[in-house]
């Protein structure tokens, strides 16, 4: 099946650096979602992101399908940004809708 | 505001003593989906509903169950928790075609004891 990796696995940063987040597929895959999972458990959606590059504030993402990977950056980073970021990808399609498995994680802590 | 809703957000039960865990969306999503996630790993699919279609994971123990009763509840049932079944879980919801990305409610932790 699909593998999904992520690096670097664990990430400290001073506030107000830049950071990239990087997504390794093994298998094409035609849709893709960034999560941060905040320090209460939650995962809150970043981007739902099949191709292309979007932004949103301090985030953005590049997916480039046809080479298997996604990037997350983040700008300007606050504490506020600590957690683990997850990316997900379909592994299979059944009644009507995907199956997701979920990339190894990066676990960010930024420091004040 | 459009959400998902988990509760109860913490349960603690006793091994083997069943335990039921639930899910509500006003969003109203053709899938939801449960996953389980450990201490420091990614979340992974126990099952998942598109309406009334049931789908379970071939690595979901028979432990697991699911109901969804109508598309704004689901429910997840496990029916004698040992210790190696605490952990987070979380319920998400999907509209479906062409539509795909998933919204997550904010989790349940389990404690067994």
């Known amino acids: 099946g699909i593998q999904v990796e992520q690096s670097p696995p664990d990430l400290i940063l001073q506030e107000g650096a830049n950071s990239t987040l990087r997504c390794n597929f093994s298998?094409?895959?035609?849709?893709l979602q960034w999560f941060h999972q905040n320090p209460w458990g939650q995962l809150i959606n970043l981007f739902y992101i099949p191709s292309g590059t979007k932004q949103n504030g301090r985030l953005s993402a590049t997916t480039v399908a046809t080479e298997r990977y996604s990037l997350l950056y983040i700008s300007s980073s606050q504490t506020t940004d600590s957690g683990v970021y997850f990316c997900a990808v379909p592994r299979g399609f059944t009644s009507g809708t995907y199956k997701y498995i979920f990339g190894t994680g990066t676990r960010l802590k930024v420091l004040a | 505001d459009a959400m998902v809703i988990q509760n109860p957000r913490y349960q603690v039960t006793q091994f083997g003593k069943p335990v039921t865990l639930s899910c509500s969306q006003t969003?109203?999503?053709?899938?939801m989906y449960w996953y389980q996630q450990k201490s420091s790993q990614a979340p992974k699919l126990l099952f998942h509903y598109y309406d009334k279609d049931f789908n379970n994971e071939a690595d979901t123990p028979d432990n697991f169950q699911s109901r969804r009763p109508n598309t704004s509840f689901c429910f997840l049932d496990i029916r004698s928790p040992g210790l190696g079944d605490a952990a987070m879980y979380l319920c998400?919801?999907?509209?479906?075609?062409?539509?795909?990305?998933?919204?997550f409610g904010p989790g349940t932790r389990l404690t067994v004891t």
């Open positions: 969003l109203n999503h053709n899938v």
């Open positions: 298998d094409s895959v035609n849709n």
């Open positions: 998400a919801t999907s509209s479906g075609n062409p539509y795909y990305e998933q919204y």
